[in-house]
Nanobody
Framework: QVQLVESGGGLVQPGGSLRLSCAVS????????MGWYRQAPGKQRELVAG???????NYADSVKGRFTISRDNAENTVYLQMNSLKPEDTAVYYC??????????????WGRGTQVTVSA
């Protein structure tokens, strides 16, 4: 079965760094675009960063220049390096694998999330 398992969350002071990891199994990882989303209390889930199967990346404006998404296809893992963290980055961070084929098939998988808290 498909599994996405996030790790690396925790409590960090403002200005600090964290590195999130998402270990993926059960799919052909290399052909899936991957994304990191986050959801803060009382807010909608939002896209933080995405990376295509070819390695192209995109970021939410709020994290550009501070966060970096990367993937290791040999290890079936996607990472999110988060620097210069702010209290407003506090949220549950989710890993997502999404692929839409030309035949109308849709594959959408989520991890259970990891809590990131930025506080002094």
């Amino acid at each position: 079965q498909v599994q996405l398992v996030e790790s690396g969350g925790g409590l960090v002071q403002p200005g600090g760094s964290l590195r999130l990891s998402c270990a993926v199994s059960g799919i052909i990882f290399g052909i899936f675009p991957m994304g990191w989303y986050r959801q803060a209390p009382g807010k909608q889930r939002e896209l933080v960063a995405g990376i295509s199967s070819g390695g192209s990346t995109n970021y939410a404006d709020s994290v550009k220049g501070r966060f970096t998404i990367s993937r290791d296809n040999a290890e079936n893992t996607v990472y999110l390096q988060m620097n210069s963290l702010k209290p407003e980055d506090t949220a549950v961070y989710y890993c997502n694998a999404y692929r839409h084929t030309g035949y109308g098939e849709e594959y959408d998988y989520w991890g259970r999330g990891t809590q990131v808290t930025v506080s002094a």
